[in-house]
């Protein structure tokens, strides 16, 4: 389910599963009459036809080709570093999803021209981890 939540004038669609929320896009809110307040918050928000990117990851500018997470979840171990050469096939990241590790591989052969995950972090579907040159 989706919903969304204003706090200090600041909108947030957050996406709810069981146990766990995750925050979907975050805009600024508007004025909105009291009559109408009641009614909004009432509803959860329409469902979206793609999923979104994280708006961390959205906003950051990209130099080379991106490697984006295929599916939700942590950053359990990161296998290169910035500068780093990689081949086609190399693991780049485990990522751990549903319980399981999942190892992200390099598209193609590359130098790591940017990182933008650490060791932890959550990503959604289609954060950019990283950049190949």
Do not use: C, H, W
Not at 55 to 84: E, F, N
Not at 93 to 120: C, H, W, Y
Not at 124 to 132: K, P, Q, V, W, Y
Request: net charge negative; no cysteine; aromatic share 2%.
């Amino acid at each position: 389910m989706k919903y969304i939540v204003t706090i200090n004038d600041k909108n947030y669609e957050v996406e709810v599963e069981r146990g766990k929320a995750s925050i979907v896009k975050t805009t600024q809110a508007s004025v909105i009459p009291e009559q109408e307040t009641a009614a909004i918050s009432a509803a959860p928000a329409a469902p979206e036809a793609a999923p979104l990117a994280s708006t961390a990851t959205a906003a950051q500018a990209v130099s080379g080709d991106p490697v984006k997470a295929p599916m939700p979840g942590t950053i359990l171990a990161v296998r290169v570093q910035q500068g780093a050469k990689v081949n086609k096939g190399d693991v780049l990241f485990i990522l751990e999803a549903m319980k399981m590790e999942n190892e992200v591989t390099a598209p193609r052969d590359g130098v790591v021209s940017q990182l933008n995950v650490a060791q932890g972090a959550s990503v959604s579907t289609g954060d950019i981890l990283l950049a190949l040159q």
